[in-house]
Structure formats: C-alpha cells, structure tokens
C-alpha cells in the first residue's frame, strides 16, 4: 500500500519570506503523479502543483516550484515571496498512473506571519 | 479550471433523518468521484470511490447502508447519510477526477458541513 507522510504539522514563515514543506511517499511502483494542495480557512481544496514521476524536471508554478528526488521518494514544496493569503493546511498527495485512489498525507500547517 | 460543484454547503439536522449531499462537474465529465470525511485539523479520509454506472466501493470501516452513494451520470454523484446521528457530524468533501491528454487531476467541491442535533 501506498502512503505519504508530511513530518512538520505546523510550520510559518514571515511574509516575503522562503519556506519549504517537505513530504516523502512509499511505493514500490514507478509510474505516479505527485501533488501539493492547499485548504485555506475557507476549506475549499485547490490544487497548488503537480508532478509526473517520469519528468525528471521539477514543476513550478509562479512562486511554487517542488523539489522531486524520485530515488529518495521525496517531494517538496518551496513557497517564495510568502505572501498572507499563502496561509493554510498543505497536503501532499499521491496516485499511481493506473491507481484508483489519491492518497493524501496529514498535512502541513503553515502561517505567513506579517 | 475545472469546476466541480457542492451542495449544501452547511447542513443542520435532527437525529434520524436523512441527509442529501449533491457533487456535480460543471464542465467535464468524471468518470470517478470520491466522497472524503475530514475532521478538524485532519487530513481527508476517504470514504469510498463512486464510479458511474456502478456500485461505489467503500473503504474498511465505512457502513454502505448508513452511507449511500449513487453515481448515476457522468456529471453527479449524491452522497446521503440515513438516519443521521451526532456522530456522523463532520466536514465532508467530493472530489472529481479528470484525465486529459494524459493529465491526471483532481479537483474539489467546496464542502458540506453537517451537523446532527
């Protein structure tokens, strides 16, 4: 079975600052895609970044980009120029290609402090 | 983005009646949706996988006869909790998963918050 763990319940970073949110998974498969979601106060759930276990590139969308170590089956999540609304519960996930289920870790709480 | 839509988002009921919770895909077809319960300061716990056309699969622990999913389109899926008690008060949440050009996604409803006098 697959699982993913997030080890930093609770992080914060001051605003305009860098902060990284680490997750590591345990599979023994090799084809997946890796995700970061937020949930902020609002509990509505929005996907942040994605990534392909074939792409040796790290993904990166605006101030998001991850640091993906396929061997090491680590996925990190870099947040730059925090900004307050940046503010949330993190989740890193997990599926396999041909998986039915997302499998999601405990989550990470970050405050940008102002 | 895609959009996946809701209701309610906040429910109040008494014990022992039934609860309807509708999760629609605005703009894509969803061939698989997922019901998740999530208390505070939890992560999602999955309550079990509803695939159109088919009778959901439930995760250990989950009672189907208290939990009913049906997935009668590609478009909705109804989550309705029977005789609901105090204990089945919680923050459920759908999701629908898309698959395009080879692009794996999951994407949200906003939400329901039961609550079970």
């Known amino acids: 079975a697959q699982t993913v763990t997030q080890s930093q319940p609770e992080m914060s970073v001051q605003e305009a600052e860098t902060v990284t949110l680490s997750c590591t998974y345990d599979t023994s498969e090799s084809n997946y895609y890796l995700f970061w979601y937020k949930q902020p106060p609002s509990r509505q759930m929005i996907l942040v970044i994605r990534q392909e276990a074939y792409k040796q590139q790290n993904a990166t969308e605006n101030r998001f980009s991850v640091n993906f170590q396929k061997a090491a089956k680590s996925f990190s999540l870099k947040i730059s120029d925090s900004q307050l609304g940046d503010t949330a519960m993190y989740f890193c996930?997990?599926?396999?290609?041909?998986?039915?289920?997302?499998?999601f870790g405990p989550g990470t709480r970050l405050s940008v402090l102002p | 983005g895609a959009v996946v839509s809701q209701h309610p988002s906040r429910v109040i009921c008494k014990s022992g009646t039934s609860v309807k919770i509708e999760c629609r895909s605005l703009?894509?077809?969803?061939?698989?949706m997922f019901w998740y319960r999530q208390f505070p300061k939890q992560s999602l716990m999955l309550m079990a996988t509803s695939n159109e056309g088919s009778k959901a699969t439930y995760e250990q622990g989950v009672e189907k006869d208290k939990f009913l999913i049906n997935h009668a389109s590609l478009t909705l899926s109804t989550l309705t909790v029977t005789s609901a008690h105090p204990e089945d008060s919680s923050f459920y949440i759908c999701s629908a998963r898309m698959v395009s050009g080879g692009r794996e996604k999951l994407f949200f409803g906003s939400g329901t918050q039961l609550s079970v006098l």
């Open positions: 996930a997990f599926i396999l290609v041909d998986g039915q289920n997302f499998v």
């Open positions: 703009d894509f077809q969803a061939t698989t």
